[in-house]
């Protein structure tokens, strides 16, 4: 079956950087469109960047700049670089995987904590 297990999260301060990471196992790595959702207490959960089955990155405005998504195929792993972080960006973020645009996210991993501090 489809696993996606994140890990990286952490405590940072405002203005630092950190890499969450997205271990996928179970599907054919390269059809699927990856993405990191975060969700902020008492918010809704929200696509934060994507990265389409092609290798196209999608980013919200508010991580636009700061934040980069890749994928590896090798290691079928997904990447989320974030930098210039704020105490805004705080959530728990995590790992999706849909298999077409057409499709939901149908596969999630159980998040990870990332902690911006003033």
């Known amino acids: 079956q489809v696993q996606l297990v994140e890990s990286g999260g952490g405590l940072v301060q405002a203005g630092g950087s950190l890499r969450v990471s997205c271990a996928a196992s179970?599907?054919?790595?390269?059809?699927?469109?990856m993405g990191w959702f975060r969700q902020a207490p008492g918010k809704e959960r929200e696509l934060v960047a994507a990265?389409?089955?092609?290798?196209?990155?999608y980013y919200a405005n508010s991580v636009k700049g700061r934040f980069a998504i890749s994928r590896d195929s090798a290691t079928l792993t997904v990447y989320l670089q974030m930098n210039s972080l704020k105490p805004e960006d705080t959530a728990v973020y995590y790992c999706?995987?849909?298999?077409?645009?057409?499709?939901?996210?149908?596969?999630w991993g159980q998040g990870t904590q990332v902690t911006v501090s003033s």
């Open positions: 999706a995987a849909r298999l077409s645009s057409v499709s939901s996210w149908n596969y």
């Open positions: 179970g599907l054919t790595f390269s059809s699927y469109d």
């Open positions: 990265i389409w089955s092609g290798g196209s990155p």
